[in-house]
Nanobody, 125 residues
């Protein structure tokens, strides 16, 4: 019900735009979050956006470099990633949380009900 795309290989300093496409039922009134998981590491929160798009929340590692957005008419949510670093290399996942926007929930992957399959981002130095 969620499908992430847009991953690829870039050099450090480059940019990628990830997209998450969802079915209407999954997307409607859901917080959309982006997480990532690097090899040998736990899945970590990257960014989230409220269902109206009016609120966003970023991990410290993403602030100033990544921008999350959504288009409710198209049922998509994007993650624009600029100034990529080798440590950004990971599989990126989008997820949907149908609960109310509560900051304390956003970083917890267990808060999200639906997950996409992931898209690989590789940043070389």
């Amino acid at each position: 019900q969620l499908q992430a795309s847009g991953g690829g290989s870039v050099q450090a300093g480059g940019s990628l735009r990830l997209s998450c496409a969802a079915s209407g039922r999954t997307f409607s009134r859901s917080t959309i979050g982006w997480f990532r998981q690097a090899p040998g590491k736990e899945r970590e929160f990257v960014a989230a956006i409220s269902w109206t798009g009016g609120s966003t929340y970023y991990a410290d590692s993403a602030k100033g470099r990544f921008t999350i957005s959504r288009d409710n008419a198209r049922n998509t949510a994007d993650l624009q990633m600029n100034n990529l670093k080798p440590e950004d290399t990971a599989v990126y996942y989008c997820a949907a949380d149908g609960a109310a926007w509560i900051t304390g929930r956003l970083k917890n992957s267990n808060s999200y009900d639906y997950w996409g399959q992931g898209t690989l981002v590789t940043v070389s130095s």
